[in-house]
C-alpha cells in the first residue's frame, strides 16, 4: 500500500521560500511511469494544481505558477520536495502531496508577518 506524508511549516512570511517535503512509502519514486502530484487548496477555494515530477525525474508546472515553483527529489530517502518562492498570504492553503491514488494527510501553511 502506497502512503505520502507531507512534512513542512506551519507559517511562512511572506516574500519567503515555502519548502515541504513528501515522505512516499509502499512504493519507489523512481517506479516507472509513476507521477508525483502537488495540488494545494486555499480556504474556501477548490483544488489546485501545482506540479508533478515522474518516476524518470521529469517536472511540469502549472502554467499560473512555473515562475515561482520547483519540484525536485531524493531517491535515497524516497522523497520529493516543492518550493514555492515569494510567497503571499493568497499563498495560504493546505499542501497535499499524491500519486492521483493515495494522498498525504496534508500540510496547512498560512503566509503572514
Known amino acids: 500500500q502506497v502512503q505520502l506524508q507531507e512534512s513542512g511549516p506551519g507559517l511562512v512570511q511572506p516574500s519567503q521560500t515555502l519548502s515541504i517535503t513528501c515522505t512516499v512509502s509502499g512504493r519507489s519514486i523512481t517506479t516507472s511511469s509513476s507521477y508525483w502530484r502537488w495540488i494545494r487548496q486555499p480556504p474556501g477555494k477548490g483544488l489546485e494544481w501545482m506540479g508533478l515530477?515522474?518516476?524518470?525525474?521529469?517536472?511540469q508546472y502549472s502554467p499560473s505558477l512555473k515562475s515561482r515553483t520547483s519540484i525536485s527529489r531524493d531517491t535515497s530517502k524516497n522523497q520529493f520536495t516543492l518550493q514555492l518562492s515569494s510567497v503571499t498570504p493568497e499563498d495560504t492553503a493546505v499542501y497535499y502531496c499524491?500519486?492521483?491514488?493515495?494522498w498525504g494527510q496534508g500540510n496547512q501553511v498560512t503566509v503572514s508577518s
Open positions: 515530477i515522474t518516476g524518470s525525474g521529469s517536472t
Open positions: 499524491t500519486d492521483y491514488y493515495n
